[in-house]
């Protein structure tokens, strides 16, 4: 039997146009595996969700529509 972790990540990084070499988003997602693995988390997967956001009544009556967004959320796993 397994219990699971899911860790949102942000779906873009920032870095400094001087210091950018390419492998960013790879190192972001390696620190972030290894400090769960440190704490006996297994990895598992990277997955993009999508969400939805419906506008308030205001909004709505104003003819704002729905906003989406997606979002990276990293799956980790460790027995029970």
């Known amino acids: 039997m397994f219990e699971y972790k899911m ?3 942000p ?3 920032a870095v400094q146009m001087k ?3 390419g492998n960013e988003a790879a190192a972001y997602l390696e620190n972030v595996v290894n400090k769960y693995a440190s704490e006996g988390w297994e990895f598992q997967r990277v997955d993009s969700i999508g969400v939805q956001v419906q506008p308030g009544c205001m909004d709505a009556l ?3 529509k729905a906003e989406n967004s997606s979002y990276y959320v ?3 796993r460790k027995e029970k």
């Open 62 to 64: 104003s003819g704002k």
């Open 11 to 13: 779906p873009n990084i």
């Open 74 to 76: 990293i799956t980790f």
């Open 7 to 9: 860790v949102q990540i």
């Open 19 to 21: 210091t950018h070499k």
